[in-house]
Each structure stands twice: as C-alpha cells, then as structure tokens.
C-alpha cells in the first residue's frame, strides 16, 4: 500500500481528491494548515485520513511517514518541500511553474531516484501534455514546425456571464490583478523578437474566435521564447503563448492600467477613510477624460460613494477588492476553461481547441483541469509507471500519453 | 584648525573644491577609490591633501583622522558612512536625499553632538533654502500659503542647445533613462490628491515659462504630499515638485516610455549582437506605427544600422548608451540650472525664478549649485556657526539665511 500526501486542501482540489480517493492500494493523507479544511476533503471517503501541518516542521513530519507528496500549498514553499523531499527521499508532484531553485536539485533528485514533477496542471500543465502531443505527431510525420501559438484562460462560461466584463474571479484574484507586471513580455512574430510593455500588454492583443462560444483575445503570456528549446522547435518563426480573455475586458483593463488601477507600489494617502469615488478622481488623467469603458468601471463600483476601507491600500488591492465583490462566481455559476493551441508547418496550420465548463459548486472546471492531470501523474507514479527521475516537467510521450488518454474519459479533450 | 575630509572626487566637485580651499583655518583631504581623481582635485592647491580609500575600513580610517566628512560618494553609502561617523563623533554633510535610515540615526546622532545634514545640494538643497526664505517672509506678514510649486531642471544652455530634444547630460544619466519610475509620482492639485502612473507621467506636465529663456514644461516628482508637513504648509490646496525640461524632451520621451526603451527589468535577447534598427524592431507595436518624435529618436542613434554592443541589456542599458554618446556635452559647452518656485497666499502669487548657466569645462552650473551650498555649510560649520544637531535638511533660518547671502556673491539668486 502506497502513501501520498498532498499538501493543501483549498479550493479547485474537489477533482484532485475525488481522483486520488479511488486510485487502488493507495492511502491518501490530506494536510492542511486548518484541520476543518483537510477534513471537509477527507470526509466523503472513510479511507483518507486529515491531519493539521501548522508550520514547517510539521510538514517535514508529515512527508517523513509517506511515499509521495502533491504540493497545492503557495508556489513559494515549494523550494523548501522539495528539499525535505530530496532529505527523505520522497516524490514531488505540483501544478506550479518550476522555478530556477527547484531546477537546481535535479542531480541530487537523479541522484535519490526521485522525481520532482512540476508543471502538472492545466496552465501549465495540460498546455504542455497536448502541445507536446501534436508537436511529436507532426514532427513523426516528417513535418517541420514554423508556428506554434497557444492560448489558455479561466473565464465564466456563458450561461453564466452576466456582466459587461464577460469575467468572474475563478483563480487566484491578485494574480489577475498583478498580471503582466514585471519584465516586458516577449515572443516570436515572422522572425522577429518582439518586446511588449505592461503600458501596452492589453492591447496588444490576439482575436481568438471558437464556435458556439464566441469571441476571444489573447495578450501575450511572461517569455514565449523559452519554448522553442522546451518543446523542441528549432525551426519556429513565430512562438507565443497568451492568456485568454473577453474582448471587452482587455480594453476596459487597459484603461485601468493607464490610469494607474493596477499599480501595487503606491500607498494611497488615507486610504482606509475615501471613498472609490475619489480614488477615480485623484487617479483621473488632468485632461478630466472619462474612460470609454465607464459602465465596465461602474459595475467594479470604482465610482462609488462607498468608503475603500483598506488601511495603507495600494490602487491594485482596491481593484482587487473591487473585483472580488463584484465579479464573484455565485453558487450556481459555471465557470469555463479554454485552450487553444495554433500550430503552422510548412504544409497546414492545425487549431486545437479545449472548452472544459464547470459543474457548479466545487465542481469547476477549474478544479478538474488543474487536479486531474496531477490525480492521474500520482497514480501512474503509485503504479511505478514512470521511469523519469529527477526535476521534470510533463513533455515526455511517457507522460502525456497516458494523462492525455484518461483526461478523455473524463471529456477533457482537444477538437 | 579643522580637519574636512571629502569623500569622492569626482565629476560636480569642481566648485565645492574650489570654494573649500579658500577656508580659513582648515584642512582639507580629499579621497577618492582612485588616487588620481583625488590629486587631480587637490593639484591646484598646496594645503590640500589627496588620499586613495580603497575600501570601506580605508573610509572609516580616514575618517577617524578628521572633524568632519563631506561625502559625494553614491547614496547607497551614506548609513554606513553615518554610522562611522557615529562611531568616532563627527559631522556629516551630504547633498543626497535624507533616507529612512539615516533619519533613524538621529537621536543617536543628538546624543553625540553631531550634525548629519543632508539634502544640501541643488535639488535637493537650494529649493529647500529658497522655498524656506520665501514661504517665512510670506508667513511672517501673515500671509496664508494656499499654493506651493516648485520646479528644477539641468538643462543644456540656449547657446549650445544644438538639438531636437533641447537636452545634453549634465548629471548621472541612468538616473535620467530611469526617472519616475516606482512608486507613482503623488502631489496635491486644488485640495485633490493626484496620482500619476509611469504611464502617463511624462505628459501630466505644467508649462512654464522663462524671459529670454522660453519654454519649459515639468513632470511631477516623486511624492509632493510630503512638503506640506515639512515646510509647515498647513493650508496648502495645491502642492507640486516637478522636473523641468523643454517641452519637444517630455513628448518625445513619452513615446519613449510607450514604447519600452526605459524598461530596466527585461534582458533583450542576443543584444550584444542586434543592432538599434533591430531592437526597434522589436519594441514597435503590432499597428506597425512610427513614433510621432521620430527625428528626436534618429538623433539617439536609435534606429542606427550599428550594432548595440552590451551583453544582457535591457532596453534602458540601450537608452543610456545612446544618450551618452549623442547628447554628450562637449567642452565648450554649457549647461544651465533652471529653478522656479510658484507661491500662492490668499491675496497674491509670487513666482521667484533661478537660472544658473555653466561656464564650460568643469566649470558647470550643475557643478556650482550642488557643491557651494555644501561647502558654505562646510565653513559655517568649522566656525562653530551652526547648533543644529542630529539628523537635519537646511530648511531652518539659521542655515538658510547665512548660505543664501553667500549664494548670492556667486550670482545664484532669485529674481
């Protein structure tokens, strides 16, 4: 019998557990830093246990007693997991970006015969699964690759859009408010390397059009150009990768970058005591311009006569509180994923497209495209089914034709 | 007799040297990490020394040996150089801005009997020493302050203003490819507070106005807020500091900025070996549109067939490079210091305005206005004519009026 832990019992692990929770011969422990959290997930399977890990040490205790770990705690304790991993001699698995610290142990993880899996998720994750999939498929059939574009956004699916930002929070709310900000972002277009400044990110976009669901843009995604070495296209000309959104949200968010919403440097003078409304005044241009998405602004309240109520505020946590009152998904709301990867060889073009929508409730898709392929990765790894050692991330064939395989059952599947 | 040690020979210390020589009853060092820079400085007078300090134990063992330090050294120096000063009792002058940290020194620094004034330069420094002389008098008839601006620019003179962008570098030119950037630029505007982004920073400008001097416009300076309290400006409604260029430097600029050349934070592909047209290239936006400014771009060299030649750059590294090379001032050049104060009570406005012009060479105005203010502090404080102690900025009459009288002799006056 083989002994997981996974660290984390937060939202989107509803499709994780439920995964995990019917893989044989496995005893699955859920750890959280609140106790109810762990055993609200443990409760409807009488065979996994929860338990409490308040601090660090509490955790090395924990992945001491098991087999393998599946991090869902924040992407900056992973480091620190990983290395009681090496010290212990335990697998890693986790759905965030691998980082040049976790890069750094691969020997000493090679050395172990241990893997660290990171990436595992939906983005990125199942990004990397199905475009390593078509790539290999066409590259076996001798052609080579001079284009690969691919798109991915968690949005709310459109029986349950509602609002002028065609939007509701369904991650992690500061990301979407902090998105982009940081180095310029960077991707291959005909050849030519281009750079693009947050100042300009959301209007330098990508129209995306999928029938039955509409219209789309991307904006591009942090460096696209560390894919051509990743995924192995020497020959490309053109590399990006975009997040997917509304096209009305990406204007009326641009308008709020230029305005300054999104900055999370400045302390608003007193902020705790004005209102939305005056924040909009002392952040209007002095050309005294109202933005052309007014009505997208009101419905945020950002012209409200409400008090912010945030000691030592920044514009982007007003904005992010804003949006968490105004753009939340409800009880019954659907969420949706969206996926969509454009690869051009010299011969065709090829469009893969993913549309996962929710179920409601804990079931978002969300959760299911994030947690399944890391359920599915611990399963094959409980049934010794991958031989990769060492810090990975899921490009290998070993890897992505088994997920890929059993995402289908579960009507994860790219048209 | 008095012992001075000034730390830092280098550009801008032409006129603080030449006015230190002529001190009665003094002795001053001067030291800089090359032994070179500091006899250059102290070459053309017999009763100054040059000493090498070659690391910071050299820095505290000179300056054990003396009374009192002067240091143009960078910023990031001066706690540690304070916190020698502390140790061995003695004063401190600087003309950078007062820091959290060396703010935090000042009991100590009272407990010790010593003075640490900083912010005795230009700007920081004379605008201090002015504001404070007028908004006094105005006080003093029992005039209410409802209004304070301020301005200050290091421009290049009418006389050998010989390009489009009406600017050549007079002082440390990172600092000018960097400007503005961080927290959002924050001042006060008819009882609004008014928050600038980056993004629009460069044209959120006020224009202003000189006889026989022409046209300025100035871009709003860090937090302004921040002088209400420290001018004792209770009533103030509109409160600005800005940086003051000719109009064509900010709209050109400004396109700068959109398009990312001032970008710090992202590596540019293989730059050693692209070439200024290339990275054009890159940061042009997707609608393929020229820059409205493109002579003043031209001028830069920045869409030059020549090759950048930096390893890792980022686009402000290229910005810099191009600026050094082609808005350098030559020789015979000369620069000119532009200040205006902008003073508003309840029955008038006053405007005060100070034009400083170089006399070519070393000779240069920048060079005057940030090193006498510090070396008339200097004097006064080697004859025992100031009781402030701790951490000060010369905004008490005890300061301000001995070294605006003297200012006076050297022609920086207010008119």
Chains 1, 2 share one sequence.
Request: proline share 5%; net charge negative; hydrophobic share 40%.
């Amino acid at each position: 019998m083989k002994k997981v832990l996974l660290l984390g019992a937060g939202l989107s692990t509803f499709h994780l557990v439920e995964y995990l929770a019917q893989i044989p011969d496995m005893q699955l422990t859920i750890a959280d830093a609140l106790l109810e959290n762990a055993q609200k997930r443990a409760a409807p399977y009488s065979h996994i246990k929860a338990i409490q890990v308040g601090d660090i040490e509490q955790i090395e205790k924990a992945i001491e007693k098991t087999d393998a770990v599946i991090s869902m705690l924040p992407p900056t304790l992973h480091v620190q997991i990983a290395k009681f991993c090496l010290k212990h001699q335990k697998h890693l698995l986790t759905a965030s970006y691998l980082s040049e610290e976790m890069k750094a142990l691969h020997q000493e993880a090679m050395s172990k015969n241990i893997l660290f899996l990171n990436e595992c998720g939906l983005d990125p994750g199942i990004d990397h699964l199905s475009a390593m999939a078509y790539i290999h498929d066409l590259q076996n059939r001798g052609e080579t690759i001079v284009g690969f574009e691919s798109y991915c956004g968690g949005l709310v699916a459109p029986l349950s859009d509602n609002n002028p930002w065609h939007y509701k929070i369904t991650w992690n709310p500061r990301n979407v408010v902090v998105a982009g900000q940081g180095s310029m972002a960077t991707y291959l277009q005909d050849g030519v390397v281009k750079l693009v400044p947050y100042g300009r990110l959301f209007q330098t976009v990508t129209p995306i059009s999928i029938e039955d669901y509409g219209n789309f843009v991307a904006y591009p995604n942090r460096n696209s150009l560390q894919y051509a070495e990743l995924y192995g296209l020497k020959n490309v000309k053109t590399l990006l990768r975009g997040t997917l959104r509304r096209p009305a949200f990406c204007a009326a968010w641009q308008e709020l970058i230029e305005w300054g919403y999104t900055d999370d440097t400045t302390i608003i003078p007193n902020s705790e005591n004005i209102t939305y409304q005056q924040l909009f005044e002392q952040l209007q241009p002095n050309s005294a311009l109202s933005p052309l998405y007014l009505e997208h602004w009101q419905y945020l309240g950002l012209l409200s006569a409400e008090k912010i109520g945030i000691e030592d505020a920044t514009p982007a946590k007003v904005l992010q509180k804003a949006m968490q009152q105004n753009l939340k998904m409800q009880p019954q709301d659907q969420d949706m994923i969206v996926m969509v990867h454009r690869i051009s060889t010299e011969k065709q073009t090829i469009t893969a497209k993913l549309v996962v929508i929710g179920e409601g409730g804990e079931r978002t898709a969300m959760s299911k495209t994030v947690g399944l392929p890391l359920a599915i990765a611990t399963q094959l790894l409980v049934e010794n089914k991958i031989t990769l050692r060492g810090v990975q991330i899921p490009i290998q064939s070993e890897l992505y034709q088994p997920i890929l395989a059993e995402l289908e059952r579960y009507k994860i599947v790219f048209k």
